[in-house]
């Protein structure tokens, strides 16, 4: 059967409640869910932290026992397994709901644990409502427990013509203040921050999120934490960093975040510049660290989404790679000139048909500059 344009209405906004917990819930999904009765709802709820109530139950307990022989509307498949909360499956049952209806399903419940539990209680399911926009809500989710890695969002800013820094390497600042508080934003949905030791030489970053609290998207914080507004969960900062040069005094050794520094296996250190952060080897091939292997490690930590802001050759190397899924590029209309520094550091090409086709997903100013947001394909 078709979905009425009720059941449209009302999982659009299960999928608004979701997006409430875009800045916090790493590494789980984004999550929402209605309860309602035809176009009566009498239960909404979102999952807002890893570790606690997901949405269903949420939604259930606002709900009460007006959810019986209620529709619940969620954006991704019910739980059907123990986990670090009860299977949401088993509280939609005990709730009485007559029919589920499902945004996306979950690829990594073994054999569809939670239909398969619905439907053995008698409960009607139906899936697909709007499966594109919930499977774009959690991108990072869905790749990483699809394809063995996370998305990898590639942060970049550049002039009209192309550049990213003068050639002495002054950058600051190319785009405009509101382009630059738009980037916090990306940082904070992220599940990892990524740059290279080029960069941490080079700029000293800090690659923290600024943003006071998570009310930019998150509205006012539920159920047991409604008395206040939760900050963004802090991105794991990872330093690509082969040889360990990072030096001390590096904003990105302070400990104001959680900090990963990837290095080969043979680099060493004789002073105490690294005790304040987690270091790991990966794989060193052609002189460089294997950026899979990294990508891999990263997955295995449940990294979701990573956010890479590095200098043309990281960046052109995860390009050339096939490791971007989407570029993320400031453009401000401003000038460098020739000898300015270059966009990315990528291959020569021989033919045009070896050029990097890319699609548009987005544009939209921002401030005095403009928004691309663009993927491979």
């Known amino acids: 059967m078709p979905f009425s344009a009720i059941d449209h209405a009302h999982m659009a906004r299960a999928l608004a409640l979701a997006e409430r917990g875009l800045f916090t819930t790493q590494p789980n999904p984004r999550v929402g869910c209605v309860i309602a009765h035809g176009d009566a709802v009498v239960g909404e709820g979102w999952h807002w932290r890893a570790g606690g109530p997901h949405a269903e139950v949420v939604a259930l307990r606002d709900a009460g026992g007006r959810s019986r022989d209620a529709t619940a509307y969620v954006t991704l498949e ?3 397994l123990q986990g670090r909360t009860p299977p949401c499956a088993d509280a939609l049952i005990a709730a ?3 029919r589920v209806v499902i945004a996306a399903e979950d690829t990594s419940q073994a054999e569809g644990a939670g239909l398969a539990r619905l439907r053995a209680a008698g409960i009607a399911i139906e899936t697909g409502l709007m499966r594109e926009p919930a499977r774009e809500l959690n991108v990072g989710f869905f790749r990483r427990i699809e394809t063995g890695r996370p998305f990898v969002r590639l942060k970049l800013a550049m002039s009209l013509d192309g550049r990213t820094a003068l ?3 002054a950058s600051q600042w190319i785009t405009g203040e509101a382009a630059r508080a738009d980037v916090q934003r990306w940082r904070a949905r992220s599940s990892a921050i990524l740059t290279g030791s080029g960069t941490a030489l080079a700029d000293n970053p800090r690659l923290t999120v600024r943003l006071a609290s998570a009310s930019g998207c998150a509205g006012t914080v539920q159920g047991e934490e409604s008395e206040g507004r939760q900050a ?6 990872v330093v690509l960093d082969r040889a360990l040069r990072t030096p001390a005094g590096s904003h990105l050794l302070d400990g104001a975040a959680p ?9 060493m250190v004789d002073d105490e510049r690294f005790a304040g952060v987690e270091r790991a080897t990966v794989p060193v091939r052609d002189g460089r660290l294997d950026l899979a292997a ?5 997955a295995a930590r449940q ?3 990573v956010h890479v802001e590095a200098g043309p050759v990281l960046g052109g190397a995860l390009l050339a790679a096939g490791l971007v899924d989407e570029l993320l590029l400031y453009v401000a209309p401003v000038l460098l000139g020739d000898t ?14 070896d050029r990097w086709q890319l699609r548009t997903v987005e544009q939209r100013s921002v401030g005095i500059n403009w928004r691309l947001r663009l993927r491979p394909g």
Do not use: K, Y
């Open 78 to 80: 019910p739980c059907g």
């Open 96 to 98: 009485g709901v007559a």
């Open 167 to 169: 050639a002495n390497g």
């Open 232 to 237: 963004p969960h802090a991105p794991l900062r």
């Open 259 to 267: 900090t990963l520094v990837l290095h080969g296996a043979g680099a």
């Open 294 to 298: 990294v990508l891999a490690l990263l």
């Open 303 to 305: 990294v979701n989404e």
């Open 340 to 353: 300015a520094r270059p966009l990315l550091q990528l291959p020569n090409l021989l033919a045009m048909t």
